[in-house]
C-alpha cells in the first residue's frame, strides 16, 4: 500500500512538473518599439508611438524619459500624453487609459540652432505592476534647409517664429514672420492645444508683402500663459496657415 502510494506521489510531481507556465495577459501594447522623425534647427520635431489598452478595465500607466545620454545639451523634450502636453521640464507622467483605449504618445524634440540628431528612451509601464513595461527609443534629426518652402512672388507665407522653444528666461519675446500677396484684412492668433484663443496679435488691414508680430508669452488679458504647445493661425483673404510653438520658462 506504502509502495501504490509512493508511485502515486512520484507521479503527481511529474505531471505537475510538465505542465505549462501560465502567465498573466498583456495589459498595453505599443504599435513600435521605436519612432524617428526629421524637422528644422531650432525647430520642433514630434515622434509618435501609439499605445493600447488590451484589458476591459482603466490600466493606469506611467511614462517616463530615462535616458537622455544621447540627446545634444542645446536641446530639450516634452511629453504629449494622456490628452495633455506636459511642461517640458517635467519627464514623467502618470495618467490613464479607458478599457480598450488607444492614445497616441507624442515625444517632441526642440532641437538647437545647429544640424544634428538626438535620441532619447522613454519607459511606459502598468504602475499597478511595476514589472510590465516596454521600453520605446525616439530619434530626432534637424537639418538646415526648411522643410518648408521659401516665399516666392505672389504667395502667401507663414514662417516658423523664432526663437523655437520661446523661452521667457532667456528671451523676452518670439517673432511670428509672414507675407501677404496682396493688401487685405489679416488675423494672426495664439491657440492653445484645446482650440481656445489665447492672444489675438493682429486683426487689422496689412499691406502687400512681409510683416513681423511678436508675441510676449500673454494671453489676451495681460496675464503670463503656462508653458506648453501652441499653435498659431494666419488668415488672410480666405486662406488659412497654421503653425505650432513651444513656450518653456
Do not use: H
Not at 500500500?1 to 506521489?9: A, V
Not at 514589472?131 to 521659401?150: D, G, I, K, M
Not at 504647445?229 to 497654421?242: C, E, W
Amino acid at each position: 500500500m506504502t509502495r501504490r502510494r509512493t508511485i502515486s506521489l512520484i507521479f503527481a510531481l511529474l505531471l505537475v512538473a510538465t505542465l505549462p507556465v501560465v502567465t498573466s495577459a498583456q495589459s498595453f501594447s505599443v504599435a513600435s518599439e521605436s519612432a524617428s522623425a526629421t524637422g528644422d534647427v531650432n525647430g520642433f520635431i514630434s515622434g509618435y508611438i501609439q499605445v493600447t489598452n488590451l484589458t476591459g478595465q482603466t490600466l493606469n500607466l506611467r511614462v517616463a524619459i530615462t535616458n537622455k545620454a544621447n540627446l545634444p545639451s542645446d536641446w530639450g523634450t516634452q511629453i504629449c500624453f494622456f490628452q495633455n502636453c506636459f511642461p517640458p521640464s517635467v519627464e514623467s507622467v502618470d495618467g490613464t487609459l479607458g478599457p480598450g483605449e488607444s492614445e497616441v504618445l507624442d515625444l517632441t524634440f526642440f532641437s538647437g540652432p545647429n544640424p544634428g540628431t538626438g535620441s532619447v528612451q522613454v519607459t511606459v509601464s502598468n504602475r499597478d505592476n511595476t514589472n510590465e513595461n516596454r521600453v520605446l527609443t525616439f530619434t530626432a534629426t534637424s537639418q538646415v534647409t526648411s522643410s518648408y518652402p521659401a516665399p516666392t512672388a505672389g504667395s502667401f507665407f507663414l514662417a516658423q517664429n523664432y526663437p523655437n522653444p520661446f523661452s521667457m528666461s532667456k528671451t523676452s519675446v518670439t517673432n511670428i514672420n509672414y507675407v501677404l500677396p496682396s493688401a487685405g484684412y489679416v488675423s494672426l492668433k495664439i491657440y492653445n492645444l484645446l482650440g481656445k484663443e489665447v492672444r489675438t496679435l493682429v486683426n487689422e488691414s496689412r499691406p502687400a508683402g512681409k510683416s513681423t508680430a511678436m508675441w510676449d508669452g500673454r494671453d489676451n488679458q495681460g496675464k503670463q500663459s503656462p508653458t506648453g504647445v501652441y499653435v498659431y493661425k494666419l488668415s488672410a483673404n480666405g486662406q488659412n496657415f497654421s503653425r505650432r510653438m513651444s513656450f518653456t520658462r
